[in-house]
């Protein structure tokens, strides 16, 4: 059904290409190889080395076209789960007014604002400091000036307690931002709110109706100087984790004696530079940190990350050697969760 599904939308892409007057398809095929050296906290048992090897699930395939004041894309990657299916990545149609563009489909949001990071399917200190609001189905209004307002859909992951049936999201996502360019100098705040409901109707354990409130506010700068590229983000949020993003234990705390959640508030950031020797070969490095806390835990959950790599291109070909440390430090109860070493590379193509 899914290969039937698939083979008629590239038909559909297909045939839309006789109108459009620009059409471009495009894609990515990457491979990471990887040594992975995790420490006994975080096995169980003891420290192990193994190798990590294989097609990494954002490697990607597209098409780009445009007619008139309509363009349009569609990705699809790669479904790594021994199933060589496919999934959709983007889907969407965005069309160009005076002085602002209307998307409608699947694109990203605001705060996936990245590091370079290429090791785990590109990781992108994601959970480790970046933030990550994924790829959903939404409303964008993007302004010439560089605002951006959007209606998405929402993402939701339940408190331990709560299951995904007995709550109930009843507005979407809401994300608003500012794009500011000016020169060698880009800045970037963007927020996410969303709010959920828990019916005492559906909860036996519930007294009355509770809600809890999900947000995040980012902050992303880059600053150019000739070879030297400096990038860097700061972002706070409460309950972060029921929206689906990643990072350490950032869910709200369900208190059954009091009848209410206990918000957990996660405090993270990265920054990286890069220098580029030439057009072929850039040095990158990078360090994330992520924490959160609430006031039942007995100690704040954190977590890091850093990484050095240098990135080799030769024509469409990229080796990205890099190595680093992602870093679990201590739960919110104090004990230690481990770490991983890695070293390795990521062979990329682009065509």
């Not at 559909?12 to 992975?36: N, T």
């Not at 993007?142 to 209606?151: A, D, I, V």
């Not at 931002?177 to 800045?187: A, L, Q, R, S, V």
């Not at 963007?190 to 409130?213: A, E, G, I, M």
């Amino acid at each position: 059904m899914k290969k039937s599904l698939f083979i008629t939308i590239i038909i559909a892409l297909l045939a839309s290409c006789v109108f459009a007057q620009e059409f471009k398809p495009y894609g990515s095929a990457r491979i990471g190889y990887w040594y992975d050296m995790q420490s006994k906290e975080m096995t169980g048992n003891k420290a192990d080395l193994d190798l990590n090897y294989g097609l990494q699930s954002n490697s990607r395939f597209g098409v780009n076209f445009t007619k008139d004041n309509l363009q349009a894309k569609v990705e699809y990657g790669a479904k790594v789960d021994g199933t060589s299916t496919v999934n959709l990545r983007l889907l969407y149609a965005k069309y160009a007014f005076n002085d602002m563009s209307l998307l409608i489909g699947q694109d990203y949001d605001g705060t996936n604002e990245y590091a370079s990071q290429v090791y785990g399917d590109d990781a992108n200190l994601i959970g480790f400091g970046a933030v990550d609001g994924g790829r959903n189905p939404q409303i964008k209004a993007e302004f010439k000036n560089g605002l951006y307002f959007s209606l998405i859909k929402p993402a939701f992951t339940a408190s331990s307690g709560f299951g995904a049936d007995s709550s109930d999201v009843l507005i979407p996502r809401i994300n608003i931002g500012y794009k500011f360019n000016h020169e060698n100098i880009y800045i970037h705040p963007s927020f996410v709110l969303q709010q959920t409901s828990y019916s005492k109707d559906d909860n036996s354990d519930l007294s009355d109706d509770v809600s809890t409130l999900a947000y995040l506010f980012a902050v992303t700068g880059q600053m150019k100087m000739d070879a030297i590229t400096l990038r860097a983000q700061a972002n706070y949020g409460s309950n972060t984790g029921n929206m689906g993003y990643k990072g350490p234990g950032n869910k709200a705390k369900w208190m059954a004696a009091d009848q209410e959640f206990s918000n957990t508030s996660t405090l993270g950031g990265f920054a990286e530079a890069s220098y580029a020797l030439s057009k072929e070969l850039v040095f990158n490095t990078g360090f994330g940190y992520a924490s959160s806390s609430n006031d039942e835990w007995d100690e704040d959950d954190a977590q890091a990350s850093m990484y050095v790599q240098a990135k080799i291109k030769i024509q469409s070909l990229q080796l990205i050697p890099e190595i680093g440390i992602q870093d679990k430090m201590k739960n919110n109860a104090g004990v230690k969760e481990g770490n991983k070493t890695y070293f390795g590379t990521q062979l990329r193509m682009d065509f």
